[in-house]
């Protein structure tokens, strides 16, 4: 991957520092928006995303466009230095359009259309909701496509949700003639066999409903894949008219982090850039640590979904979260963290929901720039200042990559299908938890990672890590195989090569495609009830050198050998003695099985052992205190570390013996770096 890419826009070759914007709301008050630029210039915002919900203040009636307001605005931006994301309004239709075109709603699971009201309660399938679209857009295309402020499109906001229209259903049935060609071919992928619901023509076949067919687990898996296609392909629709006025403009949309409902790996070759929202609870009962490592760990996806090219933080709240259980408020210094936070996983920007609180509606008490109270004088706008103040020292860290040498799989449809299983575990699989357990000791140690899916090039990392990788979709494991052979370290756990892409489990034994490279036979999974518990302890002499024995809970799968050593086994119950924790020597590489989910501190223990033997190298040659991490960005011939401490307690951090150049603070540092609590210093230094 390149080491260094281009901005965002050629337009502004910085940091981009800005928030949701909606002028549109405040149109009967212009002493307002004449005030909310001179704020902007003072916070050090240079960049807004506006119309992201002004469908009706563009068109107010079927036909009528009103685009004075917005000529206005983004004049006005043009003449002070301010650039616009401009959006496409399509994220909330107008009343007009709902009550003149009531197709346009989308119809729940059990048939029933909604009413007008909320976001993305339309159909992505709807004829008249795309040709309003194709308007709306050629319309802004054609007016802003080339104004001097807009650097971009925003398309539309937070994808999601399904439809069970009429429309929907014949598009569904369509998708699936087109994969599978034949009812045969697709009764069979189905295993609709099973209580007799083979299909026998086309117009047979419904989206899984509650009161409908639910329990096909092939069926269920390929309708999400269609409601990903079906959004996916509205995105596009959205796009064309976008890049037919000026194709030089970059399309953006904003993604939600691990949001269940769409593959995102769909939208990576569709956009220009990938974008998401992140809204953390910080100060929760969790601690600020098992946040900062979540947070980093999706910033991580977010910047693998583009192999590495910079991300933007499109919205992050700058003070409380209205809709989270508890509004907390960030302690001071937690929201300079959070940003930069954001940056040293890749992203070129911070962003904020949002600019100005709406007056009423159910954002009015959400976090923003700028309170109900109207001027710069409170803690939270001092604190976006002081981040504008820093991205402003950031310029030459735009564009630089993340190297890493470590990537972990985290595939949407490998938990679609998980959690549809019926087994072993209906109480809780726990996957995300399954998967923090191993990126933790990465991020503890500063060790850089990619989050990618089964489907990715593997041939750049040195260690793979697939938690649970239940599904194993065609190719995926001849992939796996040539990187160990090459190689490669592997660390698989249980409960993986189970089914196939669709649903089918493997015959001729688990881990399915996984088996040879991992040298075992999985017979069968015990599932434990809270609170039950057994322990594995390493055996002597063990290829790592551990000597220790760690509890392990709810998931025990019992394995046999074949070709692979035992480096732990159980110690209770009817298994006692039996592998649970393997080591596979393959070709060149080495593949690990984790037979059973542990406790700490097995992880650390384990991880730390596999990086020292994979050559990992970690961002500095030293132990991080506890809550520190450290990330690095690179543009090949410069560092850009950034140590980022997640405690409320100052930090001291050993450096290696380079000399340090402090980029926030415009110093030197040398020996040992110390970090305030809930504070953050970015670092360069000459690359190695």
């Known amino acids: 991957m390149p080491q260094k890419y281009p901005p965002i826009s050629p337009k502004i070759p910085r940091m981009l520092h800005g928030a949701d914007y909606n002028p549109d709301q405040w149109q009967q008050y212009p002493e307002v928006l004449a005030e909310d630029i001179r704020l902007m210039k003072l916070a050090k915002c240079n960049v807004m995303s506006v119309g992201i919900f002004a469908w009706t203040a563009i068109e107010p009636e079927e036909g009528t466009f009103t685009f004075e307001w917005l000529d206005h605005m983004l004049d006005t931006f043009a003449e002070n230095g301010i650039y616009a994301l401009l959006a496409t309004p399509t994220g909330a239709r107008p009343a007009w359009m709902s009550a003149k075109y009531p197709e346009v709603l989308r119809v729940a699971a059990n048939g029933v259309r909604n009413l007008h009201g909320q976001r993305h309660n339309h159909c992505y399938t709807s004829p008249?909701?795309?040709?309003?679209?194709?308007?709306?857009?050629?319309?802004?295309?054609?007016?802003?496509?080339?104004?001097?402020?807009?650097?971009?499109?925003?398309?539309?906001?937070?994808?999601?949700?399904?439809?069970?229209?009429?429309?929907?259903?014949?598009?569904?049935?369509?998708?699936?003639?087109?994969?599978?060609?034949?009812?045969?071919?697709?009764?069979?992928?189905?295993?609709?066999?099973?209580?007799?619901?083979?299909?026998?023509?086309?117009?047979?076949?419904?989206?899984?409903?509650?009161?409908?067919?639910?329990l096909v687990h092939g069926q269920n898996l390929d309708w999400k894949r269609f409601v990903t296609d079906q959004t996916v392909d509205f995105c596009r629709h959205e796009i064309a008219p976008l890049k037919a006025a000026n194709p030089e403009l970059p399309v953006i949309t904003n993604l939600m982090g691990t949001y269940l409902g769409l593959n995102y790996w769909k939208f990576a070759d569709v956009l220009d850039v990938i974008s998401w929202d992140s809204y953390p609870t910080w100060h929760d009962l969790a601690g600020d640590v098992e946040q900062g490592i979540w947070v980093s760990f999706i910033h991580d996806i977010i910047r693998s979904l583009k192999g590495g090219k910079p991300f933007m933080l499109m919205e992050s709240t700058p003070s409380v979260t209205n809709w989270h259980p508890v509004s907390k408020l960030k302690k001071?210094?937690?929201?300079?963290?959070?940003?930069?936070?954001?940056?040293?996983?890749?992203?070129?920007?911070?962003?904020?929901?949002?600019?100005?609180?709406?007056?009423?509606?159910?954002?009015?008490?959400?976090?923003?720039?700028?309170?109900?109270?109207?001027?710069?004088?409170?803690r939270v706008f001092h604190e976006v200042t002081q981040v504008g103040d820093a991205l402003e020292k950031l310029t030459t860290v735009v564009g630089t990559s993340v190297q890493p040498e470590v990537a972990i799989i985290y595939d949407w449809e490998n938990r679609w299908a998980m959690e549809d299983a019926?087994?072993?575990?209906?109480?809780?699989?726990?996957?995300?938890?399954?998967?923090?357990?191993?990126?933790?000791?990465?991020?503890?140690?500063?060790?850089?990672?990619?989050?990618?899916?089964?489907?990715?090039?593997?041939?750049?990392?040195k260690l793979l890590i697939a938690p649970m990788l239940y599904m194993v979709r065609p190719g995926v494991g001849e992939r796996i195989e040539a990187f160990v052979a090459n190689g490669g370290t592997l660390v698989a756990t249980y409960w993986s090569g189970i089914v196939d892409e669709h649903d089918l489990c493997f015959l001729g034994g688990f881990p399915g495609p996984l088996r040879k490279t991992l040298g075992i036979w999985s017979e069968e999974i015990d599932a434990l009830h809270d609170g039950q518990t057994n322990r594995i302890a390493m055996v002597e002499g063990n290829a790592l050198g551990i000597g220790a024995s760690y509890e392990c809970y709810e998931l025990c799968d019992l394995i046999h050998e074949e070709g692979a050593e035992t480096l732990a086994v159980y110690q209770d119950d009817f298994y006692a003695?039996?592998?649970?924790?393997?080591?596979?020597?393959?070709?060149?590489?080495?593949?690990?099985?984790?037979?059973?989910?542990?406790?700490?501190?097995?992880?650390?223990?384990?991880?730390?052992?596999?990086?020292?033997?994979?050559?990992?190298?970690?961002?500095?040659?030293?132990?991080?205190?506890?809550?520190?991490?450290?990330?690095?960005?690179?543009?090949?011939?410069?560092?850009?570390?950034?140590?980022?401490?997640?405690?409320?307690?100052?930090?001291?951090?050993?450096?290696?013996?380079?000399?340090?150049?402090?980029?926030?603070?415009?110093?030197?540092?040398?020996?040992?770096?110390?970090?305030?609590?809930?504070?953050?210093?970015?670092?360069?230094?000459?690359t190695r």
């Open 128 to 214: 008249i909701y795309r040709e309003k679209t194709a308007i709306m857009n050629q319309a802004l295309a054609e007016r802003y496509g080339k104004h001097p402020a807009v650097i971009g499109w925003h398309i539309s906001n937070e994808y999601g949700g399904e439809c069970f229209c009429d429309y929907c259903q014949q598009a569904f049935r369509g998708w699936l003639q087109a994969k599978y060609g034949t009812l045969e071919a697709l009764n069979h992928d189905w295993w609709a066999v099973f209580w007799s619901h083979t299909y026998t023509a086309w117009a047979q076949i419904e989206a899984p409903a509650p009161h409908g067919e639910h």
């Open 332 to 378: 001071d210094g937690m929201h300079l963290l959070a940003s930069l936070q954001a940056v040293a996983h890749g992203s070129d920007t911070v962003q904020y929901f949002q600019w100005r609180k709406s007056r009423g509606s159910s954002e009015k008490l959400h976090g923003a720039v700028v309170d109900h109270v109207g001027h710069e004088h409170t």
């Open 422 to 461: 019926q087994g072993p575990r209906n109480a809780g699989l726990h996957f995300d938890a399954a998967v923090k357990a191993f990126y933790r000791p990465l991020w503890e140690r500063g060790v850089s990672v990619d989050v990618i899916d089964m489907e990715q090039e593997l041939s750049g990392y």
């Open 577 to 686: 003695g039996r592998p649970a924790l393997t080591l596979n020597r393959f070709g060149q590489g080495k593949a690990y099985y984790v037979a059973s989910r542990n406790r700490e501190p097995f992880f650390g223990d384990f991880v730390g052992k596999i990086l020292a033997e994979a050559g990992i190298t970690r961002v500095l040659p030293t132990e991080l205190p506890q809550g520190v991490t450290a990330q690095v960005r690179t543009d090949g011939q410069h560092d850009y570390v950034f140590l980022l401490n997640f405690t409320p307690e100052e930090q001291a951090v050993a450096l290696d013996g380079d000399v340090y150049t402090d980029l926030l603070q415009g110093t030197s540092v040398q020996g040992e770096a110390t970090i305030a609590g809930y504070g953050v210093r970015v670092m360069m230094r000459s």
